[in-house]
């Protein structure tokens, strides 16, 4: 099984409790050679690690670690999963980390896998009374949780968080893709297990910091059913070091029925006075700007911080389906003859500026996500000010879009755009939906971009600090049940984009080659070179400047 040489970053410090280095034997001739120690309270992420660690190792050799509350007598080396009490009595300090992380430590008859894990916990309006109760809390009937808490999707078989950031676990991975695992896609058939009958660690201090904060992917109703889609992101270290909401937020300030006999002065209209259909239709569309409309919508950005004091951004976005103006507002943010498209972005800067303003008042330090539309995504010809508080997530064309060198230089020079705005460029969110087999009808040909996105990644790193990746669910059946299960969908064709984009978000000058051979060599064994020649030819033709087709 090849090193990890070039797939890893090694810093070797010195540590004063510790003089000698030395390997530490975990098995040796298939027996156990250590015990796994958690120390007597692990938390949830710690306890996974743990386990993860036990079923790898046995299967690699055979061997069954015992887990462990405290170092047993029957053996000298010891594996300790998380920081404890016990780790405590080795004089061990946690390494601190700006961003995700983790480390191993492995000498003198001891290795300690550890990292910061960022767990969260739903508010009270998320349980079954959440509603009566947020509505109580605004003193208004607003609808909640479009878009979550920026938790993502509680998995019950977990009991975890989809967006929680467990470095413990992630520690965890990182050593037993040393001793020589990969996790290339989920479930059953998509780890690579080397058979080995004596395993050790190498002597090390290895410290390892996410490139960027926000590695999310988020595949909806599938994941609240499938823990071992779930197990695979942590295996390859998905996760978001801090929480936002993205996502058509004002939806839950105008949308709900008793919101809108209420205030119907809320809606924006046509000409003849009749409420704009929205999405999807009849729904309606918010008009922004209507003082009580803005007043809400400001109330309902502020509760949702004093909800979830975790929260560090949250966008208030308008609704699905576009942005639509109000003849009345026309004349307000441009001239006649001017473009609807310029005069919806000044229309949608304008409510976004106020908002800034408001939630300035109420939680300084917390941050506003601009909330634009895709008819008023362009520049705003009416920024007199930028807001210090106002995060700007650009809006692109999906990575897979990307590859066409005219469409990236576009987009390169869009953003350039912005930053000339702004006082500050602070790090963003990018939502992306790269991997789309979304339905059985749609043709699932394959979308190959490994090259292009390692360069759309370093060229994010200075300004963004992850992605929001929409990915499809599938179904499949069990035996005997009469309803279907949802997984990721179509893993066979999606896995070696996820598994990548995994490690580019913490490394993205990774050896894109190096990773590739490895892959064919090790995932598809002696069909090694057909493979590689479908997946280069794939790529190429994705990723071809010339017009294509798809039949």
Known sequence: MRSLGLLQTVIVLSVASWSLYADVDLVRDGKPTADIVTGPNPGIAARWAALDLQEHIEKISGAMLDIVSAPSDMFKNHVYVGTSEETKKLNFKPAVFTNSGFEIVARDNCVILAGPDILRKASRFMGPDGLKLWHEFCGEPFNYGRGGEGMGAFNTGLQLFTNDDPGTWYAVAALLEQLGVRFYAPYDDGTVMPEKKTIAVAEQHLKKEAAFARREFCYYNAMR????????????????????????????????????????????????????????????????????????????????????????????????????????????????????????????????????????????????????????RGLPTNMEEFPDNMIVPFAQPYSAYRVLKSTDRQVIADRQQWFEKMKVIRKCPIWDYYLYYNSPDRARFPVFFTEHLQEEMREMLPYSDGKFIEIQPGQYRVEGENNPRSRLGVHGLIHLMVYWQGNLFWDPDMDRKAMLEEYYDLFFGPAKAEMKEFHEYAEQVWCRQESRSVT
């Open 225 to 376: 059913g499938d823990p071992e889609g779930i197990k695979w992101f942590k295996r390859i270290k998905l996760g978001n070091n801090n929480i936002i909401v993205y996502n058509h937020t004002t939806d839950d300030v105008f949308g709900p029925k008793a919101i809108k006999e209420k205030y119907p002065n809320f809606l924006a209209c046509d000409a003849d006075g009749k409420p704009i259909g929205g999405f999807p239709a009849g729904h309606g569309m918010p008009r922004f700007t209507d003082p009580g409309f803005r007043k809400a919508a400001a109330l309902y950005m502020n509760k949702c911080f004093e909800a979830v004091p975790e929260l560090t951004a949250m966008s208030m976005s308008p609704p699905d389906g576009g942005l639509k103006m109000d003849p009345r507002d026309w004349d307000l943010y441009g001239k006649p003859d001017d473009d609807m498209a310029q005069k919806n972005a000044n229309y949608i800067w304008d409510f976004n500026v106020f908002l800034a303003k408001e939630l300035k008042k109420a939680h300084p330090g917390k941050f506003l996500l601009y909330g634009s539309s895709g008819t008023g």
